[in-house]
């Protein structure tokens, strides 16, 4: 189904007319109809909002599907008013069980997408720490994962520096905090700074050099995928490390 059906604008108008509609149509049974099994019905149609659409849209189903329900199902008909208490019990119940759902909907959306993520995320590290195993140039683990960090903190490139470290940029913490000059930035709301940022690599206390990111502006990354990218410089020091090659030459990307 298209993004923007189910998570733009169309998604919120659909959400709030459903209810109108489905009322509607079940209005001509009115008299024949408990009003329990009315509200039974407006969940159905609140759940299938919240699932398909997103949290603000299954709240605001839920809001409708009372007022509607309200509004055409509780005495006297025709008036936002309920005289039952009966009535109102079912118009709050059907409110509240709506946004609870609406609420689970958006959180196992959320999980999923973890769930996915992190499996790209751990097949990245598995490939770099077989090319790390087998490769016999450590250029070929620094290839890779100077390619692997363009894509997964969305970066417009990115160079390898061997030796000394020149300069005070910003810095990617291991922890995947961001330090940049004496404050640690926050990352999460204003994204990664729009200066190069460095990510050191070490290997039992050696330093190497150092993976050069140069961000792209407006780039949220999550700190799982910060995480990530330390491991990955992890693996490259280590295979630096092993091999104890030169580290004098400059690679750029």
Same mark, same amino acid.
């Given at each position: 189904?298209?993004? /923007?059906?189910?998570?733009?604008? $169309?998604?919120?108008?659909?959400?709030?007319?459903?209810?109108?509609? #489905?009322?509607?149509?079940?209005?001509?049974?009115?008299?024949?109809?408990?009003?329990?099994? %009315?509200?039974?019905?407006? #969940?159905?149609?609140?759940?299938?909002?919240?699932?398909?659409?997103?949290?603000?849209? =299954?709240?605001?189903?839920?809001?409708?599907?009372?007022?509607?329900?309200?509004?055409?199902?509780?005495?006297?008909?025709?008036?936002?008013?309920?005289?039952? +208490?009966?009535?109102?019990?079912? !118009?709050?119940?059907?409110?509240?069980?709506?946004?609870?759902?609406?609420?689970?909907? !958006?959180?196992?959306?959320?999980?999923?997408?973890? @769930?996915?993520? *992190?499996?790209? /995320?751990?097949?990245?590290?598995?490939?770099?720490? =077989?090319?790390?195993?087998? @490769?016999? +140039?450590?250029?070929? #683990?620094?290839?890779?994962?100077?390619a692997q960090l363009v894509g997964l $903190?969305?970066?417009?490139?990115?160079?390898?520096?061997?030796?000394?470290?020149?300069?005070?940029?910003?810095?990617?913490?291991?922890? =995947?905090?961001?330090?940049?000059?004496?404050?640690?930035? *926050? %990352?999460?709301?204003?994204?990664?700074?729009?200066?190069?940022?460095?990510?050191?690599?070490?290997?039992?206390?050696?330093? /190497? =050099?150092?993976?050069? $990111? *140069?961000?792209?502006?407006?780039?949220?990354?999550?700190?799982?995928?910060?995480?990530? !990218?330390?491991?990955? @410089?992890?693996?490259?020091?280590?295979?630096? *490390?092993? !091999?104890?090659?030169?580290?004098?030459?400059?690679?750029?990307?």
């Open positions: 189904m298209p993004h /923007y059906f189910t998570r733009g604008p $169309l998604a919120i108008l659909a959400a709030l007319a459903a209810p109108l509609a #489905v009322c509607a149509v079940l209005l001509p049974f009115r008299s024949d109809l408990a009003n329990t099994h %009315v509200a039974l019905v407006l #969940v159905v149609v609140v759940v299938a909002a919240a699932v398909l659409g997103h949290r603000l849209a =299954g709240a605001l189903s839920a809001a409708s599907a009372a007022l509607w329900f309200d509004f055409f199902f509780t005495r006297p008909y025709e008036h936002f008013s309920i005289t039952k +208490s009966a009535d109102v019990v079912t !118009a709050v119940l059907l409110l509240v069980v709506g946004l609870v759902v609406s609420q689970l909907a !958006a959180r196992t959306r959320r999980l999923q997408v973890v @769930a996915i993520t *992190d499996a790209d /995320y751990l097949a990245q590290i598995h490939q770099t720490a =077989g090319i790390a195993g087998s @490769a016999t +140039s450590p250029a070929t #683990v620094i290839d890779t994962v100077r $903190l969305r970066l417009r490139g990115c160079r390898f520096e061997y030796g000394m470290l020149l300069g005070h940029p910003a810095r990617l913490e291991p922890d =995947g905090s961001v330090v940049q000059g004496r404050r640690i930035r *926050d %990352v999460d709301r204003l994204g990664l700074p729009d200066e190069e940022v460095e990510l050191r690599v070490f290997s039992h206390g050696h330093f /190497y =050099g150092r993976f050069m $990111l *140069d961000p792209a502006p407006g780039a949220l990354v999550s700190l799982e995928a910060r995480l990530v !990218a330390v491991t990955l @410089a992890g693996a490259a020091g280590a295979a630096l *490390d092993t !091999a104890q090659g030169p580290r004098t030459q400059a690679e750029s990307g």
